[in-house]
């Protein structure tokens, strides 16, 4: 098989018979159905999420997690309630979310502008609040499973923040 450039003729040399193989070895995701295209989605999304929020992947993925957990844990307990399912229930859990992805972005952005400019004073509070609001938030969040829960198995809305409340009180006797 005679092949018209010298690329080819090395790619041949390695035992590729086109462009298109050699190609296909390089994003072997891309020969199946979907999973090319979500490659390249968590490729694509990987790398803003770490500069913008200052997340790693696995972090993301877990607050990502918490906070649909919430959502499935408020449906749920909203249906224990027999409360109807509204869109705009649905719209302010959207917009807490918007607001906490970029009370994150800004906080964490500002703290990777100043240290660039290299004023290590703003640099540090900026990434000392990312951290800070990251952990409260998760925190809210965990809080507000825990009454979602609570209501789902018949208990009082506070029966397990109760709880930890106990806990934390007894660690400190």
């Known amino acids: 098989m005679v092949m018209g450039s010298w690329f080819e003729r090395i790619l041949h040399d390695y035992g590729y018979k086109s462009i298109g193989a050699f190609l296909s070895s390089l994003a072997p995701s ?17 790398v803003p999420v770490e500069k913008w929020l200052g997340l790693d992947w696995a972090a993301f993925v877990a607050l ?17 309630r027999k409360e109807p399912l509204s869109s705009k229930k649905l ?17 964490n952005l500002m703290a990777i502008s100043y240290a660039r400019s290299h004023k290590s004073l703003p640099a540090t509070v900026f990434d000392w609040m990312n951290s800070f609001l990251v952990i409260q938030i998760v925190l809210e969040q965990v809080v507000s499973i825990l009454e979602n829960v609570a209501e789902i198995s018949g208990k009082p809305k506070t029966h397990w923040i109760s709880k930890l409340q106990e806990k934390i009180e007894s660690f400190w006797k």
Not at 34 to 45: D, K, M, P, Q, V
């Open 91 to 107: 719209s302010r859990f959207t917009l807490k979310v918007a607001s906490y992805l970029i009370i994150m972005a800004v906080t």
């Open 30 to 46: 891309s020969k199946y159905n979907g999973i090319g295209f979500l490659s390249f989605g968590i490729s694509a999304t990987a």
């Open 64 to 80: 990502l997690l918490v906070l649909l957990f919430e959502l499935v844990s408020g449906v749920w307990a909203s249906a224990v």
